[in-house]
Each structure stands twice: as structure tokens, then as C-alpha cells.
């Protein structure tokens, strides 16, 4: 008892001594020592994504995590928008959006890695050409109306993704899909409705409206462009010979750099579209071409389309 009452004491004159309630842990910073790292799950252009066990007690039975990192060639300028991808994810709550769990610091305090929940399935690029089998059509338009609820809700928070593709939607369950990868998304809050690309460098053209093209310029709707490209890639179950950089590619020749910009736009304005895919219904094909036209749809509502089309 003695030695309590001593502790209490040393406590009482050196308050930083007193252990803290938990509750005052912040939840959402992760300890860099006690993330392991397990496997790489996949990288992008800028960012590489690592499944992690972050494991305090140091036993294997902590929770596994999915962990983003900028690539060490695009830490200097790209050292920003990892920043803003996290701000933007950690305020974004909906069932078809991967969700934010925390960070993780370096030591000047500054956040380097952005913790996600893990989805083991990972994304319908690589989930879709293996367990085609198993995935009926009334799956696929399943996936594309939860990606349209997903992207609806986007819309109501301002924000425009900029990188809708079958490579950045995960799945959670055989059920249950969420978009990923918001490393390009941009507010239009303060935008006048769109948002001009300054950095042009890298932008997945194959998947991009005529007017991002042309003009730069992003609106709500270039992403409902960019969803049908999407919704191609989900009845083509991902096949790369059926890529729509392959088919695009094919379309007008190879080409590099702005020369295959100036070209994907002579085509489309051309009126040349991605093939109608094998065993797509015609009510789908119908949407398809409806999303090419993307001035004249604002919004996901189109869900509803889909949900029809389930009967
Ligand atoms: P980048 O910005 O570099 O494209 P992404 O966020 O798209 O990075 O992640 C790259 C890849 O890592 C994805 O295409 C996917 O295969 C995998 N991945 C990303 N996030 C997760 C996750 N939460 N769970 C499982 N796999 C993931
Ligand atoms: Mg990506």
C-alpha cells in the first residue's frame, strides 16, 4: 500500500507520469512499428497498396488492414495528394465506398501511409476474368448499380472521382462492391461545377469524356462518361484483349504522348464508340451509349435503370 501511495504521489507532482485512459488514444493513428507487412495487393501510377497486420501486442492476432503509400519515384510532387486523398476519404460514409480507418506518421509527424479496410477479394480487374463463371450478368449489373449509389453519393458531397475504372472498384464479398482509389478526385465545390486539370501527365484518357480532352475541364457528368467505360469493362469480365485502351489503341493506330490524345478525340468526335461487347443485352447497350453522351446526364439516378433491368 506504501508503494501505491508513493506512486500516487509521483504521479500527483509529474502529471505526463499518469497512464492515459484509452479513450484518449486516437484510434485512427497507427503505430509505423507495429504495422507488418504481409503482401503487396497491387499499385497504380502514383501509389502502391500493401495488406499489412497492424499488431500491437506483437502475437499475430491483430486486425488486417490495407495500407497506401505514395511510390517512392512520386513522394516529391506527388507528396500532397496523398494528403488529400486521405482528408477526402475520411469524410466519405457510404456502403459502396471503401472505408478510411486512419494513418500512419512518419517521424516529423506528417502523414505517409493512408489505412484502409482491407478487402480480400480485391478489384474486378483481377477478380472478374478469374471467377467469370461464376458471375451471372444479373451479377455484373448488380455491381454497376452499387457503383452508381456509390458514385451518386459522391456527387452530393461535390466531389468528381476522375478515376472510375474497373481497376478501382473492390470487392468486399461475391455481393459487394466499393470504389477505391480517390487519388484524383477533385472538389468542384469552389469550381463553378468543374474543375480544370492543371497536370494532364498520366491521366487514364481511355476512360475520359471529350471534354476532359479537349478542354480539361471535369464535370459531375464526365465521370457518368467514364462509368461507362466501366460498365464495358464489367461485361467484357475484364479481358485484356478487350481492354478499352487495347480497343481504343486499335482504333487509331499506335500512337504516344498527345498525339494519342489528338486521336482518341478525332475518333470519338468520329462518333466511334467501343464495340457493343459479346452478350451484352440490348437494354445495356442502350445505357452504354446513353453514358456516352454525357452532357446530357447529370447525376447516377440511372441506378434505377439497372435495378429495372434485375427485374
Ligand atoms: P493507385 O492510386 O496507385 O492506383 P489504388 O488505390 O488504386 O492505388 O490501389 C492499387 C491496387 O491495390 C488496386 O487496383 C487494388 O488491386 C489494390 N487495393 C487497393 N485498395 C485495396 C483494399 N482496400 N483492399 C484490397 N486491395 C486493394
Ligand atoms: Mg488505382
Excluded at 479537349?214 to 484483349?241: H, N, P
Excluded at 468520329?270 to 446526364?297: Q, T, Y
Aim: charged share 25%; net charge neutral.
Amino acid at each position: 500500500r506504501a508503494i501505491v501511495r508513493d506512486l500516487d504521489l509521483l504521479e500527483a507532482k509529474n502529471p505526463v507520469l499518469k497512464p492515459q485512459p484509452s479513450s484518449i488514444i486516437d484510434p485512427t493513428v497507427f503505430e509505423k512499428r507495429f504495422l507488418k507487412k504481409i503482401r503487396e495487393l497491387g499499385e497504380g501510377h502514383f501509389g502502391k497498396v500493401e495488406l499489412c497486420r497492424y499488431d500491437p501486442r506483437g502475437d499475430k492476432t491483430g486486425e488486417l488492414v490495407a495500407v497506401k503509400s505514395l511510390k517512392p519515384e512520386s513522394r516529391e510532387e506527388q507528396g500532397n495528394n496523398l494528403s488529400t486523398e486521405i482528408e477526402i476519404l475520411k469524410a466519405l460514409y457510404h456502403d459502396n465506398i471503401v472505408k478510411y480507418k486512419g494513418i500512419c506518421l512518419d517521424e516529423s509527424g506528417q502523414a505517409v501511409k493512408l489505412i484502409m479496410e482491407y478487402l480480400p477479394l480485391g478489384s474486378l480487374k483481377e477478380y472478374l476474368p478469374k471467377y467469370k463463371s461464376k458471375t451471372s450478368l444479373a451479377t455484373l449489373l448488380s455491381y454497376a448499380t452499387q457503383i452508381c449509389m456509390g458514385m451518386e453519393y459522391l456527387g452530393t458531397k461535390n466531389y468528381i472521382h476522375r478515376d472510375l475504372a474497373a481497376r478501382n472498384v473492390l470487392l468486399e464479398n461475391e455481393r459487394t462492391v466499393k470504389i477505391g482509389d480517390f487519388g484524383l478526385t477533385k472538389s468542384i465545390k469552389e469550381n463553378d461545377g468543374y474543375y480544370v486539370v492543371k497536370d494532364e501527365n498520366e491521366s487514364p484518357v481511355f476512360w475520359y469524356a471529350p471534354e476532359c480532352l479537349t478542354q480539361c475541364k471535369f464535370y459531375l457528368s464526365s465521370d457518368v462518361w467514364s462509368f461507362g467505360v466501366t460498365l464495358y469493362e464489367l461485361i467484357t469480365y475484364c479481358d485484356s484483349s478487350k481492354s478499352p485502351m487495347h480497343l481504343f489503341l486499335s482504333m487509331i493506330g499506335p500512337t504516344q504522348g498527345q498525339m494519342t490524345v489528338m486521336r482518341l478525340v478525332g475518333a470519338l468526335k468520329e462518333g466511334k464508340r467501343l464495340p457493343r461487347p459479346e452478350g451484352c443485352p440490348e437494354p445495356v447497350r442502350n445505357l452504354l451509349l446513353m453514358f456516352s453522351i454525357c452532357e446530357a446526364i447529370v447525376n447516377f439516378r440511372v441506378k434505377d435503370q439497372f435495378q429495372s433491368l434485375l427485374g
